[in-house]
């Protein structure tokens, strides 16, 4: 009897010694993924004088290919469906009567977000950070040379070339098929907030969000160097929006747990948009501190 009292002591001091070992590895954990956006904020205040600079996300904000209410069938139909129809036809599916009118809808937001679209062609792409874009597209090898670039009005360039849209294909074809193909991640119509915004995570990488007091900002900025490397980053502001005008922000923990975290921004327009930001526990966090005013749905603690 005391044999065996005395194994099962050694497997009892085994199993907590295993669970000792596991807990020191979670905390080991816990602080290697502590972190501070404080680098972040003292780049990014300048840019934002007068706001009380909340939360400047520390990750790249992603649009996920579907939006869980439609997973399934954009899962299945998605790539093939969207290469299988003519522009015209997406228009119809889109409820656009006219096209025209529908572009210059799309133009109106982003104008309000970028002044560099009432600017030049040339001088927009370069205001815009991207001065190789204001030389013409070099005809790739595939492309006919006898082809004509679309002619485009002033604003039209600028607007093609800061979103890197093509030279020959009409600006409303391209829009509708970026509207279809993300039509499970946003509201659907380009004309609204959440469509100006999605325009701007089409178009770049490396764009986290940063909240104020007042406002919403969407940011262009690289990611934090390493620890013994000079700090060269200069972000710019690229999208902006009135807190006001954001209804709710509903939150969600994310299948990863600890580094992938969605949320649905809706805004007063009607319109929403759902972005996963790979980050962290604790950048998550300062971000739900950061729209405690906002109603919505948050994770469990």
């Known amino acids: 009897m005391s044999e065996e009292r005395g194994r099962f002591g050694r ?35 300048p840019l934002l004088p007068g706001q009380e600079l909340r939360y400047v996300g520390l990750g790249p904000v992603r649009v996920p290919a579907t939006h869980k209410a439609g997973r399934q069938l954009a899962t299945v139909m998605a790539d093939e469906f969207v290469d299988s129809l003519d522009p015209k036809v997406l228009f119809g599916l889109l409820n656009i009567v ?11 937001p982003v104008r309000m977000a970028a002044g560099v679209l ?30 004509e ?29 970026i ?14 907030l959440a469509g100006s915004l999605l325009l ?10 940063a909240v104020t007091g007042t406002h919403l900002h969407l940011l262009r900025m690289g990611p934090r ?7 060269r980053r200069q972000p710019r502001v690229l999208w902006s929006v009135p807190r006001d005008r954001v209804v709710r922000v509903d939150s969600e923990g994310g299948t990863a747990g600890l580094t992938r975290f969605p949320s649905t921004i809706f805004f007063d327009d009607g319109s929403w948009i759902r972005i996963v930001n790979p980050a962290t526990r604790d950048d998550q966090s300062r971000f739900l501190t950061a729209i405690r005013e906002l109603p919505g749905n948050r994770p469990a603690p």
């Not at 993924?33 to 990014?44: C, H, K, Y």
């Not at 096209?99 to 809808?105: L, S």
């Not at 509207?179 to 609204?192: H, I, Q």
């Open 11 to 45: 497997f009892t001091d085994a199993v907590l010694g295993g669970a000792r070992a596991a807990r020191d590895k979670a905390r080991e954990l816990r602080e290697e993924f502590r972190t501070s956006d404080e680098p972040e904020r003292a780049l990014v205040a």
């Open 98 to 108: 006219n096209p025209v009118v529908w572009v210059d809808a799309v133009l109106t």
């Open 118 to 147: 009432l600017l030049p062609g040339k001088a927009g792409a370069v205001a815009a950070g991207v001065p190789e874009l204001a030389a013409p597209e070099p005809a790739s090898p595939q492309q006919p040379v006898q082809r």
């Open 149 to 177: 670039p679309i002619p485009l009005s002033t604003e039209q360039e600028a607007f093609r070339a800061l979103f890197r849209l093509s030279l020959y294909r009409p600006l409303a074809d391209q829009l509708v098929e």
């Open 179 to 192: 509207a279809y193909k993300r039509r499970y991640v946003f509201s659907g119509d380009l004309a609204t």
């Open 200 to 209: 701007f995570l089409e178009r770049y990488n490396g764009t986290p969000l």
């Open 225 to 231: 160097p390493d620890a013994d490397r000079p700090d």
